[in-house]
């Protein structure tokens, strides 16, 4: 398994991701709400793992400019497509992961990685990363699911299955306490971790961190 290979199913599932609804819709809302609040007009926003762009076009107006950057050329294909029917101000979307970007891309007020940092494969590098795109102060607006957390069923026996044949990209089991601990020790300040799920039990901390 590597990265590649994660692209890779990442393409392939990405119709099927672009169908599927929203499991906790007013979840999702409240994370949009709460994210707008903190993005200023005049912010550079990158967005990382956004899928086929469903968050860039809800918050992209509210900003600068906004570039939105995802593993799979098929997902990016598809945000680009949505763009054919939204009106302006849009995001840039592109291929790309934290990993292949540099600070020669420039720099970003706000970085934001939703449902993404559990599928980095070398987690306190691509937070190391993170802080380097981010201007002084800089915001980094994370949303994780954490299985580390959830039902050993699902990371003891269901995950490893579904990865075994091919029906999951990698997945690190992460808990909630390592994932903010590797946070700060990447060099942020944590100011906010808040539950935005509407449905079960919390299991992906909303965290707002700013560079120091």
């Known amino acids: ?4 290979s994660d692209a890779r199913f990442w393409d392939r599932t990405s ?3 672009a169908k599927a609804a929203i499991a906790d819709q007013a979840g999702y809302e409240r994370t ?19 899928g086929t762009g469903t968050t860039a076009l809800r918050l ?11 593993i799979s050329a098929e997902m990016i294909a598809i945000a680009e ?5 939204s009106p302006a101000p849009l995001p840039v979307f592109r291929t790309a992961t934290a990993e292949a970007l540099t600070p020669e891309d420039g720099r970003f007020d706000a970085v934001l990685a ?18 380097a795109l981010l201007a002084a102060e800089g915001l980094f607006i994370s949303k994780t699911p954490c299985l580390g957390d959830m039902n050993p069923l ?17 997945v690190s089991v992460l808990r909630a306490a390592e994932l903010s601990h590797l946070i700060s020790a990447a ?26």
Do not use: W
Request: glycine share 6%.
């Open 1 to 4: 398994m590597s990265t590649a």
């Open 15 to 17: 119709r099927k991701y």
């Open 32 to 50: 949009l709400v709460r994210t707008r609040a903190l993005l200023g007009p005049d912010d550079r926003v990158l967005e990382l793992g956004c």
């Open 60 to 70: 992209a107006g509210d900003v600068q400019s906004y570039c939105a950057t995802d």
């Open 81 to 85: 497509k949505k763009c054919l029917a």
């Open 114 to 131: 939703f449902n993404y940092l559990h599928l980095v494969r070398d987690l306190p590098d691509t937070l190391r990363r993170i802080h």
């Open 154 to 170: 699902i990371r003891l026996v269901l995950l490893p299955a579904m990865r075994a044949i091919g029906m999951a990209p990698y």
């Open 187 to 212: 060099g942020f300040d944590i100011s906010a971790t808040e539950n935005h799920a509407t449905k079960g039990n919390n299991t992906r901390p909303y965290i707002v961190a700013r560079k120091r």
